[in-house]
């Protein structure tokens, strides 16, 4: 009896021990899984894209080309219109949901191809979804350069004026204030008032000039294949949106130099024979090639 009630007692202790130890393992793999998550979690907030800042490329470019104090773009800056709607494109093009139509036999080239919808999915994102709807539904399909003009407004066909979408950068203005970018102000300008959308979070517009700035300074690669496509995009389009120079505007005159002279070698590259090598985005050169030809 005494025998039994030992081995008894040594049982309910080994069963006791290997309990422990398991739970000791999964106390283990939960802090690791957990520094694992807080790891991820501050390198998103050191690189800026946290879910709460995350920006699309329309944001971006909008929130270069804003007055800081004034909380508006130039009046005299009549390039950011269009230079939005190719963000558009390009943005839905790095989401999965367009690409260009198949070069053929004939290999047409960039501009002559059509924009195919790949996938009709929301984006979660109302002028990005927007625009998708308009390019699913239109047949015939269009071009680049057509839906640029078409998303613009920029169309003498009164049965096309349709597709216009309204009040962009309002839109995207009201996007950052959700974010927590920017704030809403009334300002008056003698014969009328005006909403303005003054910088309310500076950190978040320094990273992202101070991104732009990195990627022709300190981490130029010399070659657009090696850099982050998004990246690559927001260079472009922001010298096509005319506020690229709002980025450089703090650099000394030798970093200024050096980054225009970059930039400048990016402009003179072909679309074309860009679009051909591996590992690119085809929408993304035609769009650049729409707004450099």
């Known amino acids: 009896m005494t025998s039994l009630t030992q081995r008894s007692s040594g049982l309910v202790q080994r069963r006791t021990e290997a309990s422990r130890n398991a739970a000791d393992k999964d106390r283990t793999s939960g802090e690791e899984d957990d520094e694992t998550r807080r790891g991820d979690e501050q390198d998103d907030d050191d690189t800026g894209d946290s879910k709460e800042t995350r920006l699309t490329l ?4 909008l929130l270069l080309g804003l007055k800081d104090r004034e909380g508006y773009t130039s009046f005299w800056n009549d390039c950011i219109s269009s230079g939005l709607r190719g963000c558009m494109l390009i943005e839905l093009a790095l989401r999965g949901r367009l690409q260009l ?11 002559a191809r059509k924009v195919i919808c790949k996938s009709d999915a929301p984006t979660g994102d109302v002028l990005l979804d927007e625009a998708l709807k308009h390019i699913k539904d239109t047949q015939p399909p269009e ?3 057509s839906w640029i003009e078409l998303l613009s407004g920029e169309t003498w066909n009164p ?9 962009v950068r309002e839109r995207l203005a009201k996007n950052l204030v959700e974010k927590g970018v920017l704030t809403t102000e009334k300002q008056n300008f003698l014969l009328f008032d005006m909403t303005t959308h003054p910088l309310t979070n500076n950190n978040i517009k320094q990273r992202l000039i101070k991104k732009v700035q990195e990627a022709v300074l300190d981490k130029w690669v010399n070659d657009p294949h090696r850099m982050d496509k998004r990246l690559l995009a927001l260079i472009f389009l922001a010298h096509s949106s005319d506020v690229l120079e709002n980025a450089f505007a703090p650099l000394l005159d030798d970093q200024y130099d050096l980054a225009m002279k970059r930039v400048r070698h990016l402009l003179e590259l072909e679309p074309e024979g860009e679009s051909m090598k591996s590992n690119t985005n085809e929408l993304l050169w035609a769009v650049v090639a729409a707004f450099t030809k």
């Open 58 to 61: 329309m944001e971006e470019v």
């Open 101 to 111: 139509e198949a070069c053929g036999m004939r290999r047409k080239g960039l501009l």
């Open 143 to 145: 071009t680049v350069q």
């Open 159 to 167: 049965l096309k004026l349709h597709y216009q979408l309204r009040n």
